[in-house]
């Protein structure tokens, strides 16, 4: 059962606002028609918050970061990242609350994959300084809304079928978020832009299950190693090493979701030469073995 702390929006799993379906399918939705909040009171949940808003002004606060919201947009916040939403009168918010433990996400087109975990963090143990928050801007509300309305209704309605219906509605949702994510770009909250070291996050994100060194990178942003390792630091919050695995290890954990490929497999083309490295990581990090976890959360065969 999720912990919301304090409860600002007045929400917990079993409360007549939410749809009381957090606690046993990993999902759960709160409309807010008309919200208002003049008082900045940062808090926090232990779950994956999506911040639907679809009228109305304000401004969001992350730590000490801010920035201006506005309809429509989706602010996926990560898990217990501690914020805040101050408002220009009233909001209409739609709050999707997500528990990865519980939920298995639905499988995404294979053009979209690799897109899902720079939206969606797959695991409270890969946070980083610039996915504490996704900011999603929208065009409009026009396929929002009906889309969450849809979802809400089937959740707390429960018809027959229901169950095929919101993870259908789910994986539409996140299309879409994954859709404004390739059009609009993701721009890190609360940190200044580095050119350097984007440049050399995007070699990453396009080359991790390639041999990476630090002298290639280096060379790339035009720095020396020791400087390079100062500054990606400074700009990510992690050494180049651990975002390097953290990437692989998101690549793994899409890959066991949505395929039943060999865990050897899996591995390789993840980026990680060795599989007893793998195994020994993946449970450092995840907590469980990429079989348990394909068997928990995915769709194949946790014995292949």
């Known amino acids: 059962m999720a912990r919301i702390l304090p409860p600002v929006f007045c ?17 759960d939705l709160v409309h807010y028609p008309a919200y208002e909040n003049t008082v900045r009171t940062m808090h926090s949940v232990d779950v994956l918050l999506l ?27 990560n898990y217990g990242q501690t914020h805040d939403i101050v408002t220009n009168g009233p909001m209409e918010i739609i709050n999707i609350f997500l528990d990865l433990e519980r939920l298995p996400l639905p499988e995404m087109p294979f053009e979209l994959r690799s897109v899902l975990p720079s939206v969606i963090p797959l695991h409270r143990n890969l946070r980083h300084r610039l996915n504490r928050v996704v900011h999603l801007p929208f065009s409009s509300d026009a396929r929002l809304r009906p889309l969450l309305f849809a979802l809400r209704d089937e959740l707390r309605l429960r018809p027959v079928g229901f169950g095929e219906v919101y993870r259908s509605l789910l994986q539409t949702f996140l299309i879409y978020c994954m859709r404004t994510a390739l059009d609009e770009g993701i721009a890190p909250i609360g940190v200044p832009h580095d050119e350097a070291m984007e440049q050399v996050r995007q070699h990453i994100a396009s080359n991790f299950s390639e041999p990476l060194t630090l002298e290639t990178l280096a060379r790339l942003a035009g720095m020396s190693r020791q400087y390079l390792c100062r500054r990606f630091k400074r700009y990510t919050g992690q050494s180049v090493f651990t975002y390097v695995l953290d990437r692989r290890l998101e690549a793994a954990m899409v890959r066991l979701r949505s395929s039943d490929d060999k865990v050897v497999t899996v591995a390789l083309e993840s980026g990680f030469g060795d599989v007893a490295f ?19 959360r995915g769709t194949g065969d946790s014995q292949r």
Do not use: M, W
């Open 11 to 27: 929400y917990e799993p079993d409360s007549p606002l939410g749809c009381g379906t957090l606690s046993t399918l990993g999902i």
């Open 51 to 77: 911040s639907c808003i679809l009228r109305g002004t304000g401004t969001h606060y992350i730590e000490a970061d801010r920035f201006d919201e506005a309809s429509a947009s989706v602010s996926v916040i």
């Open 278 to 296: 793998f195994n020994r990581k993946f449970r450092e990090r995840i907590g469980t073995s990429p079989g348990r976890y394909r068997e928990q």
